[in-house]
């Protein structure tokens, strides 16, 4: 570790890593799955008729695919 801060006590590891062990535990073996209406939906159910492909419903920083070419910059146009 760097110099300007202090190692934690040792009774912290002990404290924290049987504590993360026991949720992961309880949220494996313990915890119902999640309802089919509160499933976390990415791309859409059904194809588009007209192309047959599935389209993302929702954007987490990564559009699979762009219809329209307007990011390029205005210089680029007549």
């Known amino acids: 570790m760097d110099s300007r801060y202090n190692d934690p006590p040792p009774i912290y590891p002990l404290v924290v ?3 993360l062990h ?3 535990l309880v949220i494996r073996h313990l915890l119902p799955p999640r309802p089919y209406y509160l499933r976390y939906l990415i791309a ?3 194809p588009d008729p ?3 492909r599935y389209y993302a419903v929702q954007y987490d920083g990564e559009p699979w ?3 329209s070419i307007q990011y390029l910059p205005n210089i680029l146009t007549p």
Do not use: N, Q, V
Request: glycine share 6%.
């Open 50 to 52: 007209k192309t047959g």
């Open 22 to 24: 026991l949720r992961k």
């Open 44 to 46: 859409a159910e059904d």
């Open 65 to 67: 695919y762009e219809t």
């Open 17 to 19: 890593k049987p504590l």
